[in-house]
């Protein structure tokens, strides 16, 4: 793909760290803009030196209280902070109490932190694939800590958490209801589990809660330790950074490195999906190769699985929209054709336009110096032509003779125009028989002599897309 000045500017913005080309980055990112992918092909190769660690739980159950005392940590130590909030509700995403954002004011005006928040609403393919690009921005951008912030819910949500490297579930007492939903959802994508505000009522409830379902369920070599916090005062943090150190040194070995494969692959193939799942829908529309291939069905033409596996088919060959159940059965050009399809067809030959009169039509096109060369009667189209030459190929006005001739049914019909498409080819004879035996409308199955002693015939525009085609063979090949 080519690289252009935008977006190559943009990517020396984000590796030398600086702030617009990084927001601008992600919104690219968040917008689904195509220049996206070439600018992650750019800044990618600088991309794995940050710790990614995502946190998620419940509104109101303090990770952003606990991103914050992270990133103060991490600032404390000298590390860049990037946190990216998908959370509508988190003070970083601007949707919490005024009093919530002004404790995290610190970290507005610091320029070592880097705050984004992501709507969670209308990415084009998906939440995580949008975070995923903009974790990536930020860690080419020289961000060494990225804290990403999510609700626990929703499968969109889990998506996101799991793109992490280190993944926090943060509970509360008195949430009994939750703990159900993270056996659903979080429980294999947790690395560490946090109770916070762990002053209150049945937090050693909770803790232990958390021990029994991890008993209970398949965590792998590592054993997601359960840490009590009360982010407010700042207890309980030291340990909760401690054993963030303890995982990442887990995922350095080689334990560690057969998850980060795992992560690796899920997000290759979530990109796979969707791209497959984009050209799925692209099948769909009034005239959609779906809404044919659904005639054939109902038609009992074909069966569903048959006509499921032309599509794929299609899908997968093309790599674009199918154009299914076209007027060829199988490949327009066989392969066995001789000539070689390359050989096919040689140029544009010319383009006819239907003029009320020669004299008329003719004026403008004289404007722009395309003087007429040729002037000759086709009798049997009842037309006179008038060819003027555009580099290698013609215009070729179309004045009738008759008022049942081909040009004049044309100018009633649809007034004058562009009438026809004249391509070249290298033997009339041999295309017109591929053609007939490929199913194509054909108006004229042997060439008859047209203006310039060539041999031409036309197809009919129901096999072209809506193009009355001449083609064209020069007199004397
Ligand atoms: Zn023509």
Partial sequence: MPVSGAVQDLAEGILAGRVPAVARAITWAESGDPR???LLALVF???GGARVTGLTGSPGAGKSTLTAALARKARILGRKVGIVAVDPSSPFSGGAILGDRIRMQDLYTDPGVLIRSMATRGHLGGLARATADAVDVLDAAGYDEILVETVGVGQDEVEVFRLAESCVVVLTPGMGDDIQAIKAGLMEVADLFVVNKADR???DRVVQEILQMLELGDHGAWLPPVVKTVATTGAGLDELASKLAE?????DGPQGAQRKRERTKKRIESLVKENFLRKVESLRG?????EKAAAHVEARLEDPMSAARTLIGALEEDGGPPSLYSPFEKSPVPKSLDPKPKDLVTRVSHLGIAVKSLAEGGAFW???GLIEEHREEVASQKVVTSFRAVGESHLELLESTSSDGPIAKALEKRGPGIHHLCLEVGDIDAVL???KAAGVKLINETPF???GGCRVAFVHPASTGGILLELSEKSGS
């Fill in 36 to 38: 996206f992918q070439a």
């Fill in 449 to 451: 002599a047209g203006a």
């Fill in 433 to 435: 028989a591929m053609l």
């Fill in 247 to 251: 995982h990442r040194a887990f995922l």
């Fill in 201 to 203: 009522d049945g937090a």
């Fill in 366 to 368: 004289d404007l722009l």
């Fill in 45 to 47: 190769p600088r991309t």
């Fill in 286 to 290: 009034d005239r959609g190769a779906l």
